[in-house]
């Protein structure tokens, strides 16, 4: 198993910036992307970015494109989401995920809530 624990989440207001931090552990060696996705009050899951477990190859949703950056320190197992210009709408429970392919996330974090007021 992977084991994956999210921080950094917390409440700022429109326009300001947070980073979220998820450390991976256990069978990291069967990871092949990381995952970052959201899901709001009433609404579905969605996706915001990925990487490849190498660092490489960052992909984002159109939403956050240009605010969000993801990255990947592998000396420490840990990927970043940096969370700037940020709007009420990003307002969700952030949650990092593991896969071993593109196809399927199998592994989850705990989730962290990141609230942005206007």
């Known amino acids: 198993q992977v084991q994956l624990v999210e921080s950094g989440g917390g409440l700022v207001q429109a326009g300001g910036s947070l980073r979220l931090s998820c450390a991976a552990s256990?069978?990291?060696?069967?990871?092949?992307?990381m995952g970052w996705f959201r899901q709001a009050p009433g609404k579905e899951r969605e996706f915001v970015a990925r990487?490849?477990?190498?660092?490489?190859?960052?992909y984002y949703a159109d939403s956050v494109k240009g605010r969000f950056s993801i990255s990947k320190d592998n000396a420490k197992n840990t990927v970043y989401l940096q969370m700037n210009s940020l709007e009420p709408e990003d307002t969700a429970v952030y949650y990092c995920?593991?896969?071993?392919?593109?196809?399927?996330?199998?592994?989850w974090g705990q989730g962290t809530q990141v609230t942005v007021s206007s």
């Open positions: 995920a593991s896969g071993a392919t593109l196809l399927r996330y199998e592994y």
């Open positions: 256990g069978r990291t060696f069967s990871v092949y992307v």
């Open positions: 990487i490849m477990w190498s660092g490489s190859t960052p």
